[in-house]
């Protein structure tokens, strides 16, 4: 029976994860590398790759302060609507990415409630979609970090006179600082892979609101089959990076326990 549990899930990761991703470079490097620097190296791709890590640059450290600020308040205080609270964190897991990015579109859009706005179809939506479906990766990692930990170090703190900003400071934040660059990770992941909710709120306009997954779309509609998959092993390469990292942390924090 264990033979057969650990060969049905080395043959499912085979066939649905690492087939993929060997097509994926195989396409890419179809051509010979000249092709897979030249499709990297045009103007709209390099212009989708600045765009990506921008947006990603701004809405990671949102949802950091947010996710501490809220799994702070959530595991540390009582107050009216903390369930509500709660819910609203998990509410992006809930709702598809396309509904989120037609609901800025409804919100900032040519006719929506605040119309002239100008950030529907430019970099302000593509940021504000992003950290909208990016939201509950940091606060969802640090609420049961500090409920696990809970309140009595800080106490301890704050009777010996630490200020409630030296508490969360020197005791609070070390706590949980494994937690916190966990969330963070798994943010970045999914901001600089966000599809959906972007594809509504960019207008496609390239080589000024195409990110990476969009430019890669375009592409291969465009039959530039070979120049898409190499702009996509960016997204691979990232991905990588990402579990590398965070297989780091997950045997550092193993150790530490």
Known sequence: M????????????????????????ASAFRDGI????????????????????????IAVPCNVVFGLAAAWAITRFQFPGKRVLVTVID?????????AGMLFVLLFGARGWFPGSHIVFAVPGIVMVTTFVTVPFVARELIPALEARGPAQELAALTLGASPWQ????????????????????CTARAV???????????????????????????????????????????????LATL???????????RRR
Do not use: C
Not at 91 to 99: C, K, M, T
Not at 167 to 186: D, E, H, M, Q
Not at 244 to 254: D, G, K, Y
């Open 2 to 25: 264990r033979r057969l549990l650990i060969g049905i899930a080395l043959g499912f990761m085979a066939l649905f994860v690492v087939v993929p991703l060997a097509t994926v470079f």
């Open 34 to 57: 000249s092709a897979y620097v030249h499709a990297l190296g045009d103007s709209e791709a390099r212009s989708a790759i600045k765009l990506t890590l921008l947006v990603a640059a």
């Open 91 to 99: 509410l992006p897991f809930a709702v598809s990415p396309v509904i």
């Open 167 to 186: 508490t969360f400071w020197r005791v609070t934040l070390p706590n949980v600082k494994l937690s916190l660059v966990y969330g963070a990770i798994l």
């Open 193 to 239: 892979g966000e599809f959906g909710a972007v594809s509504v709120v960019s207008g496609h306009i390239r080589g000024e609101t195409n990110t990476v997954p969009l430019h890669v779309e375009i592409l291969y509609n465009d039959f530039h089959y070979q120049a898409a998959f190499a702009v996509a092993t960016v997204l691979v390469w990232i991905a």
């Open 244 to 254: 590398v990292i965070e297989q780091a942390l997950r045997w550092r924090m193993r």
